[in-house]
């Protein structure tokens, strides 16, 4: 199939988007962003009690709403995420979790007051299973539309599929990948095939999962990449900076194989992560996102 990445309408190249979306009206996708503002503020002088010569600064802050895709209309803010933990610790997670009351800056100006609920709690078993159904039926779906595309260029020149299979694995997260290179150990923003084949044993060791690794090709790679820092609270210290790879990057690969072995190591992936610095919120992916495959031009 040609890689020809223009769109289909004006033929101009495409060029990738940042930020976030929801599917709003009429099925399709729709960027969603929270509302920032800015907040105008003085110093105060502890000697005379009043506001302090050339002392006036802004706060860029986050008012709590969001323009929703679905309505266009404003939304309360919230955050959506996951976490994965032994068994023994998930009481003691979800206590602290929702024991969280202020993230942020600017407590003592009245700003980051959150309130964290638990709405899901899955065992690592149920997760699993539930996610390897999912795996399974977005790897046929993913599979069943490179088959009608195929099918659709094979009318225009011979275009012989290599593989039986493929998937695409889309980071959900900033991941942190690194390779070794000589006996130097380097920060990369590729996912090479041995680094994920190993990343595919581990995952199935550390879930229970007994499937072989199939042979993969990496056949497409759309990665963009920044650099990580923060603060660390319990050290008193800015973090040490480092090299990520953006969520929203793409890599396609291509197996000969079950499907269904592949969906279940696949699925231990999902729920496990790639990467380093997966306990600090890096590393999830998602397989086959269906938004590769559901907002599409048809072809005839």
Same mark, same amino acid.
């Given at each position: 199939?040609?890689?020809?990445?223009?769109?289909?309408?004006?033929?101009?190249?495409?060029?990738?988007?940042?930020?976030?979306? *929801?599917?709003?009206?009429?099925?399709?996708?729709?960027?969603?962003?929270?509302?920032?503002?800015?907040?105008?503020?003085?110093?105060?002088?502890?000697?005379?009690?009043?506001?302090?010569?050339?002392?006036?600064?802004?706060? *860029?802050?986050?008012?709590?709403?969001?323009?929703?895709?679905?309505?266009?209309?404003?939304?309360?803010?919230?955050?959506?995420?996951?976490?994965?933990?032994?068994?023994?610790?998930?009481?003691?997670?979800?206590?602290?979790?929702?024991?969280?009351?202020?993230?942020?800056?600017?407590?003592?100006?009245?700003?980051?007051?959150?309130?964290?609920?638990?709405?899901?709690?899955?065992?690592?078993?149920?997760?699993?299973?539930?996610?390897?159904?999912?795996?399974?039926?977005?790897?046929?779906?993913?599979?069943?539309?490179?088959?009608?595309?195929?099918?659709?260029?094979?009318?225009?020149?011979?275009?012989?599929?290599?593989?039986?299979?493929?998937?695409?694995?889309?980071?959900?997260?900033?991941?942190?990948?690194?390779?070794?290179?000589?006996?130097?150990?380097?920060?990369?923003?590729?996912?090479?095939?041995?680094?994920?084949?190993?990343?595919?044993? *581990?995952?199935?060791?550390?879930?229970?999962?007994?499937?072989?690794?199939?042979?993969? *090709?990496?056949?497409?790679?759309?990665?963009?990449?920044?650099?990580?820092?923060?603060?660390?609270?319990?050290?008193?210290?800015?973090?040490?900076?480092?090299?990520?790879?953006?969520?929203?990057?793409?890599?396609?690969?291509?197996?000969?194989?079950?499907?269904?072995?592949?969906?279940?190591?696949?699925?231990?992936?999902?729920?496990?992560?790639?990467?380093?610095?997966?306990?600090?919120?890096?590393?999830?992916?998602?397989?086959?996102?269906?938004?590769?495959?559901?907002?599409?031009?048809?072809?005839?």
């Amino acid at each position: 199939m040609p890689n020809d990445l223009r769109c289909p309408y004006c033929f101009d190249r495409l060029d990738g988007i940042a930020g976030f979306y *929801e599917y709003g009206g009429g099925g399709r996708p729709k960027k969603i962003e929270p509302n920032v503002r800015r907040l105008a503020r003085t110093a105060i002088s502890r000697r005379r009690r009043t506001a302090e010569d050339g002392m006036l600064y802004s706060l *860029e802050v986050l008012d709590g709403t969001a323009l929703s895709g679905c309505s266009d209309e404003l939304m309360k803010l919230s955050f959506v995420g996951s976490m994965v933990t032994g068994e023994e610790h998930v009481d003691e997670m979800v206590t602290e979790l929702e024991g969280i009351t202020r993230i942020g800056g600017g407590y003592s100006r009245g700003l980051g007051h959150v309130k964290v609920e638990v709405t899901d709690r899955k065992s690592v078993n149920e997760a699993l299973k539930h996610s390897e159904l999912e795996i399974l039926t977005r790897l046929k779906a993913f599979n069943k539309r490179i088959d009608d595309v195929s099918a659709y260029y094979s009318r225009l020149f011979e275009s012989p599929r290599e593989n039986s299979h493929y998937f695409a694995i889309t980071l959900r997260s900033n991941v942190s990948l690194h390779t070794v290179e000589d006996g130097v150990r380097r920060p990369t923003t590729l996912l090479r095939v041995d680094d994920l084949k190993k990343e595919l044993s *581990e995952a199935g060791s550390s879930m229970n999962v007994d499937a072989p690794v199939p042979e993969l *090709e990496l056949l497409l790679a759309y990665a963009s990449h920044e650099l990580e820092s923060g603060w660390s609270t319990a050290h008193g210290l800015p973090k040490e900076v480092c090299l990520s790879t953006k969520m929203g990057s793409v890599y396609v690969f291509g197996f000969k194989g079950d499907i269904e072995n592949l969906a279940r190591l696949l699925s231990s992936l999902e729920v496990r992560g790639v990467g380093e610095n997966r306990a600090q919120g890096f590393g999830e992916i998602t397989v086959c996102d269906p938004f590769h495959h559901t907002h599409v031009l048809e072809v005839k």
